[in-house]
C-alpha cells in the first residue's frame, strides 16, 4: 500500500511539473511579437491578436511585375533538390502570382540537369550567373599560417563551419559582393531564398511594392542572436570605423539593438560590446541601393581589410544587420510579421486564419530550449524607444539578465 502511495504522489508530482513547463513553454518562451508589443505598448497600428495581410496602394499588375526586382539565390549543384523545395513553396505562395525572375548564382557553372528542372518549376524566367573568381576567391591578403591556426582555434571553440572556407568565402560574397554582380545592375529589389526553406501563408500583395510604396531598404522575418565566438572583433572594427566615419551614422539608428547587454549580458561580454542581435539573411526583401550606397560600402570595404571573414567566421546576417541599424533609420527596416517562413530549427509563424502548417509565434517549432536565442524582443524594445522619442511617452523597463 505504501509504495502505491508514494508512486501516486510522484506521478502526481510529475504531472504538475510538466503542466509547468508546457505553461511556461507557452506562455513566456514563445512569447509572441503580438504579446511582447501590447507589453511595450508599441503603437503598430495592427490588430492585437492576428496579424493582417498587409495593403499596398499597388499589389502589383500579376502579368507585369516591377522590371527592377528579382528573387535570388547562392545555390550549389548539389544543392538542386533543396533549391526545388524552396522554389515551390515560393511560386505556391507568392510568385505564380507575380512571376519575378529568378537569378541562380555559383562560384561553379551550373549543371544543365539543375537548369532543366529549375525550368521546369516556373513560369518566370530563369537566370544563371557564375560569380567572378575575384569576388570569391580568399585574397591574397591572407596569411595561410595564420588563418590555419584560427581554424583550429575556433575548431577548438565549437564554432560552425569554422574549417569550410567555402562558407567564409559565401559570407564574404554576401556581405560584399553579390550587389556588384552584374546580373543585378538593374535590379533594385531582391528577395533572397535559400535551400529547404517553408512558407505558411499565401503572400497576396506585392512585397518589392511593398518597399517601395512605404520607404523601406530593409526587411526581416527572423531576429536571433550569433555565436559570439564567431566574431569577437567584429564590433571593435565596427566602432573604429564609425570613429573615422561618424557621419555615416543614422539618425535614429538601432544602436540599442546592436549593444544591448540586458538580456545576455554575457554574449555581449564575449563578442567586446555587440548584442549580436541579428536579421537571419536566409531570408532578406531588401533595397540593393543600400548596400550600394557609400555608407555600407565602405564599412565593408574597411571589414574586409581586417580579413575577419576568414582569421575568425564573420556571417554576412551580423555584417548586413550591423550596416543597416547603424546607417538607417529603423523606420525603414520592416519586420515581415505577416510572412510565415521557417528555415532550419526557427520560424515566424503569424497568429492568422490565412498560415498552415505552423503553430503560431512558435519561434524554436523543434527545441524550446533554442527560445533563448530570440532577439525578437530586443528589437521591439529599440521600436519602443525610438517611438517613445517620436511620441513622447516612457517605455517598461527590462530587469537584466544574471
Known amino acids: 500500500m505504501h509504495w502505491r502511495k508514494r508512486f501516486s504522489t510522484c506521478l502526481v508530482s510529475v504531472l504538475i511539473c510538466v503542466t509547468l ?7 513566456f518562451l514563445l512569447s509572441s511579437g503580438d504579446i511582447l508589443i501590447r507589453a511595450l505598448h508599441i503603437p503598430m497600428n495592427e490588430p ?34 533543396g533549391m526545388i523545395y524552396s522554389m515551390r513553396q515560393m511560386e505556391e505562395n507568392f510568385n505564380a502570382k507575380f512571376g519575378y525572375p ?29 560569380i567572378p573568381s575575384e569576388h570569391w576567391d580568399i585574397p591574397g591578403s591572407v596569411d595561410a599560417d595564420k588563418l590555419t591556426k584560427h581554424i583550429l582555434d575556433m575548431k577548438s571553440r565549437g564554432v560552425k ?70 566574431l569577437p572583433s567584429l564590433w571593435p572594427e565596427t566602432l573604429d570605423f564609425i570613429a573615422q566615419n ?22 555581449n561580454r564575449r563578442a567586446n ?56 533609420n529603423i523606420s525603414r527596416i520592416h519586420w515581415f510579421r505577416d510572412i510565415g517562413y521557417q528555415h532550419t530549427v526557427y520560424a515566424n509563424c503569424p497568429d492568422s486564419d490565412r498560415c498552415n502548417g505552423c503553430e503560431p509565434n512558435k519561434f524554436a517549432p523543434v527545441a524550446f530550449w533554442l527560445n533563448q536565442e530570440d532577439c525578437r524582443v530586443n528589437w521591439l524594445d529599440q521600436v519602443c524607444q525610438d517611438s517613445a522619442m517620436e511620441h513622447g511617452y516612457l517605455c517598461p523597463e527590462r530587469k537584466r539578465d544574471q
Not at 513547463?21 to 506562455?27: E, H
Not at 500579376?62 to 522590371?67: A, C, F, H, L, Y
Not at 548564382?105 to 557564375?130: I, V
Open 246 to 267: 561618424p557621419h555615416h551614422l543614422g539618425r535614429r539608428n538601432a544602436w540599442k539593438w546592436l549593444t544591448d547587454s540586458t538580456h545576455r549580458p554575457e554574449v
Open 273 to 328: 560590446g555587440f548584442s549580436t542581435c541579428h536579421f537571419w539573411s536566409n531570408f532578406e526583401i531588401a533595397d540593393l541601393d543600400f548596400w550600394r550606397g557609400d555608407a555600407y560600402d565602405s564599412y565593408f570595404r574597411h571589414l574586409d581589410r581586417a580579413n575577419g571573414f576568414f582569421y575568425e567566421r564573420w556571417g554576412d546576417a551580423p555584417v548586413h544587420s550591423i550596416g543597416v541599424g547603424l546607417f538607417e
Open 102 to 130: 529568378w537569378i541562380f548564382f555559383n562560384d561553379q557553372p551550373f549543371t544543365e540537369e539543375f537548369k532543366r528542372r529549375t525550368r521546369l518549376e516556373t513560369r518566370a524566367p530563369c537566370l544563371y550567373e557564375q
Open 48 to 81: 492585437a491578436t492576428k496579424t493582417p495581410l498587409l495593403h499596398v496602394s499597388n499589389l502589383g499588375n500579376q502579368s507585369s511585375p516591377r522590371n527592377d526586382s528579382a528573387i535570388i539565390a547562392l545555390v550549389r549543384t548539389e544543392e538542386l533538390e
Open 161 to 230: 563551419h569554422a574549417s569550410d572556407l567555402s562558407y567564409h568565402q559565401m559570407c564574404r560574397w554576401y556581405s560584399g559582393f553579390f550587389y556588384k554582380h552584374p546580373a543585378l545592375a538593374h535590379v533594385r529589389y531582391y528577395w533572397r531564398v535559400e535551400p529547404w526553406i517553408k512558407l505558411f501563408c499565401p503572400i497576396e500583395y506585392d512585397v518589392f511594392q511593398y518597399l517601395s510604396d512605404n520607404d523601406k531598404v530593409y526587411g526581416f522575418t527572423i531576429n536571433i542572436y550569433d555565436d559570439p565566438h564567431t
Open 21 to 27: 513547463l508546457l505553461y511556461l513553454y507557452r506562455g
